[in-house]
């Protein structure tokens, strides 16, 4: 049974900077992508950083290019996101997601929600001015 569980979030002021963490279990880490998306009252999930989880490729918002980073540690079944330089408007609930089926091909992005399978709870960041 496959297992996400995020950590890290909380508050910081604007100029902050948090790092989340995903732990997977339930899952042979290596295939497919996993995700980072966040969701505030009243918008969609959107999409912020992910990564082919076999090959490292990454994939990022423009909204967040440059001051996010995702990166993984295969060995300990891991996902992480390193937000620098945080702003109010990236004040949200943070969820990491997983495609274990997951290719992407010319002119895709794996920063869409429909193609995630698993989820986890979710941690909230909230960014203040």
């Known amino acids: 049974q496959v297992r996400l569980v995020e950590s890290g979030g909380g508050s910081v002021q604007a100029g902050g900077s948090l790092r989340l963490s995903c732990a997977a279990s339930g899952y042979t880490y290596g295939t497919g992508c996993m995700g980072w998306f966040r969701q505030s009252p009243g918008k969609e999930r959107e999409g912020v950083a992910a990564i082919t989880t076999g090959g490292g490729t990454t994939y990022y918002a423009d909204s967040v290019k440059g001051r996010f980073t995702i990166s993984q540690d295969n060995a300990k079944n891991t996902l992480y996101l390193q937000m620098n330089s945080l702003k109010p408007e990236d004040t949200a609930m943070y969820y990491c997601?997983?495609?274990?089926?997951?290719?992407?091909?010319?002119?895709?992005?794996?920063?869409?929600?429909?193609?995630?399978?698993?989820w986890g709870q979710g941690t909230q960041v909230t960014v203040s001015s």
């Open positions: 997601a997983l495609d274990p089926w997951c290719t992407v091909g010319p002119g895709e992005s794996p920063l869409e929600a429909r193609r995630y399978n698993y």
